[in-house]
């Protein structure tokens, strides 16, 4: 009797120090992140029962388009998400890289995709009280549907879907907008007036910005830090206002993966970076909006970064990171 008590209070504790270590775990799956989802693995018959009210945790989205240059959102997306959930005070979003960790633990495949039959096990594990997972599927030519499901974990149905709709990548940032707002709805969360608006800004409003720092995550996923730094800086280049990437360059230093040569660089890099003034300069007078709107009304200005955008992802070898 003891030691199934003795059990269940550490399956407890297993969970709780996981999703309570930190407000803001990074981009890095580190070696503690692995001892936890080893120690959750280990552990998982006690987890039947156990989850932590008020949770969520995203999922990666599964490409089903059959156009491998939007394989980067599956976990860009995802990424795109929790950052946004994280804003709302209601809800505890579980990180990304303790999905990454799972993930990796369970052998689902380089990129982490979940099938559905794992999907209750994986929310199981996580401790979470409702998963988001979803589809990027094909609609009509240049257009794309972004399809999730919410899963009460502890029932195993599903409590309700979202959908949104546009031309990808275009439009992902209305898109990303659209289908957050829905699953904040199924989450019954009424939000204040600050929380709409923090919600409304966009993670960034440069594509190329935001699939650098995606090409950074997949580097950094497989333990290949030299070159996330690479791309991390390259999506500064084009958005320095991207604060997760600095984040995320500030923590491979902290955490002493960049080599003390690289390091130097990076930082004389980010004190470049810094604005002093608010004052925009001529050639970026767009980089400072921060609402779907104005990411709509000019759209026209960025056209041309679309087309280098394909051509990007047309070179990007996912093997050499290159």
Known sequence: MKEKLFSKILIFVVIWVGLTSSSWAGQVVTESLKSWAKQALEQEQALKTISTPDTVAVLYFNNKTGWSKLDLLQKGLTLMLITDLSNVKKFKVVERTRVQALVKELGLGELGLVESGTVPRVGRLLGA???????????????????????????????????????????????????????????????????????????????????????????????????????????????????????????????????????????????????????????????????????IKRQSLYDSDNDRTSDSLDRYDYTTGE
């Open 129 to 295: 009280e409702y998963l988001v997972g979803g589809n990027i599927l094909k609609r009509k030519i240049n257009e794309f549907q972004l399809k999730s499901d919410l899963l009460k974990v502890s029932t195993k149905e599903i409590a309700g879907q979202s959908t949104s709709e546009g031309k990808l990548l275009e439009e992902l940032f209305q898109m990303e907008k659209d289908l957050l707002f829905e699953i904040i709805k199924l989450l019954k969360i009424e939000l204040s007036v600050e929380e709409k608006e923090l919600l409304k800004k966009p993670l960034s409003i440069s594509i190329e910005a935001l699939l650098n720092f995606f090409k950074g995550i997949y580097n950094s996923d497989r333990e290949n830090y030299r070159e996330a730094v690479i791309f991390y800086e390259k999506a500064l280049k084009e958005d320095p206002s991207l604060g997760i990437a600095r984040d995320a360059l500030q923590e491979l230093q902290e955490l002493g993966l960049i080599p003390k040569k690289k390091k130097r660089l990076l930082l004389r890099s980010l004190r470049n970076r810094t604005s002093l003034t608010d004052q925009l300069t001529s050639e970026e007078p767009i980089k400072r909006a921060r609402t779907p709107k104005d990411v």
